[in-house]
């Protein structure tokens, strides 16, 4: 059964999404994807790596193209034959970086057929590796910080966040196919899973040792998540899950 925006409701009783009307249906996750993807040559792809790589070590505002050259074993003039400027080159790296993102959280929601379970699978991908988060965060905020001042980089960030959201949504939705979450506003609760998982990837970078904390933070992002979606995945019902909420309400 799917709503009027083309989401899937729970049987027999009407859909639980009360979101604001749009035109046509919302674009896909693919489609998404696809406004990502780019085509790099071989020579590209080596330079986008090395860049990602200082990025994530000395943060954007430090890279320097000598310390790209030097650390692809190229000149600089090569650097500004593929890429014109350094804030395309920036533009190009933090683009093949979210792509990859974003296909390894769709692989990894594809290794399970339950809601929960996917859920699980899709915050152990984003929590893969303490040293590559890390990295990853250290450059993803250097395009945040960018996007406020760029509409290039604006638009950049706008997509990757509309592509995550979507495929929080996407979870969501099945969670309440199969009676697993209960929300009604599936947009809404897409926006604060991801504010979750976003706050809790702030709080771990900050810590002193982050290696030691990245298993713990991971477990509790994944306990928080299904807990704020209402997931039976420890055993509990629907029921028992408004329980446990009016329970911490008093």
Known sequence: MSDAQGRPGVSGEPPVWYGPPVDGSPPTTDALDASLA??????QVHLVRETYQLIGEKGVQ???LQDVADAAGVSKALIFYYFKTRENLILVTMRWVLSRT???IREAMGRSESAEGKVAAMIDEIFADAEANRRFYVAYLGLVDRALRSDDFSRLSATFRSIVNAFYADVISLGLTQRA???????EAAAAVRAIVDGLFLQWIQ????????ARYREACKRTVLAYLHA???GLGLGS???LEQGNRT
């Open 38 to 43: 780019e085509e790099l040559s071989d020579k």
């Open 62 to 64: 430090h890279l320097a």
């Open 102 to 104: 974003a296909q390894r």
């Open 181 to 187: 979450f209960l929300v009604h506003d599936v947009d």
């Open 207 to 214: 810590e002193d040792e982050r290696e030691r904390a990245h």
């Open 232 to 234: 039976s995945s420890d």
């Open 241 to 243: 899950a408004h329980t």
